[in-house]
Structure formats: C-alpha cells, structure tokens
C-alpha cells in the first residue's frame, strides 16, 4: 500500500511564507515526478509545479518566482516552499506522485494523490 502525506498547510498574513512536505511510504518500488497540484473553492484543480527524479522543473506562470519546488529522493519526499503568498493562493494543495507500486504487478507509474493540506493566506 502506498501512502502519500502533506504537511505544513497553515493560515499565514498576505506577503508571508509557508513550506509544504509531501512524504511518500509504502510499497513503492520507483519515483518519477512528483509535483503540486491545487483547487480553490469552485475552482478545478491546477499545476503549481512539477520535480523530475532527476531534477527538472516545471511551474505553472503565475507561480514562478514565488514558489520553489525540491526533492530528496532518498526520503521520497517533496517540497514546495512559497514565498510572497497572495489571497489568491488560498486553496487546498495537493501532492501527486507518479510511482511504481511493487505489490502491484506491474511496473508501469501510475499517478497517486496525498489528501491535500489546507492553506489559507489572509490578514
């Protein structure tokens, strides 16, 4: 079974900072991306960034040079460091993971959600 956990979700002032950490445990035999996803009320789901095993990075416009995405492979864990929050990032924040499950019988990567962790930038 493969879990993946956030943390660091918050309420935090306009201007402030947050981290968030992603962790995945399990039966996970291989990482390829893993990234960020969020969805503000009545809004779908959307990319903040992306992080390949190997380092590479990709973000969504509007959050470049605000947000910083990284990894440690050793600990399967992700990172997404925001910096300069506006109102406009209240959402809840999603990890995703394209892994492959070793109890699962097979190797291709499937995409595997956390449960998200809530932040909320206000005054």
């Known amino acids: 079974q493969v879990q993946l956990v956030e943390s660091g979700g918050g309420l935090v002032q306009p201007g402030g900072s947050l981290r968030l950490s992603c962790a995945a445990s399990?039966?996970?035999?291989?990482?390829?991306?893993m990234g960020w996803y969020r969805q503000a009320p009545g809004k779908q789901r959307e990319l903040v960034a992306a992080?390949?095993?190997?380092?590479?990075?990709n973000y969504t416009d509007s959050m470049k040079g605000r947000f910083t995405i990284s990894r440690e492979n050793a600990k399967n864990t992700v990172y997404l460091q925001m910096n300069s929050l506006k109102p406009e990032d209240t959402a809840v924040y999603y990890c995703?993971?394209?892994?492959?499950?070793?109890?699962?019988?097979?190797?291709?990567?499937?995409?595997?959600w956390g449960q998200g962790t809530q932040v909320t930038v206000s005054s």
């Open positions: 995703n993971a394209d892994l492959v499950d070793k109890n699962s019988g097979s190797y291709s990567f499937i995409g595997y």
């Open positions: 399990g039966s996970i035999l291989s990482i390829n991306a």
């Open positions: 992080i390949t095993s190997g380092g590479g990075t």
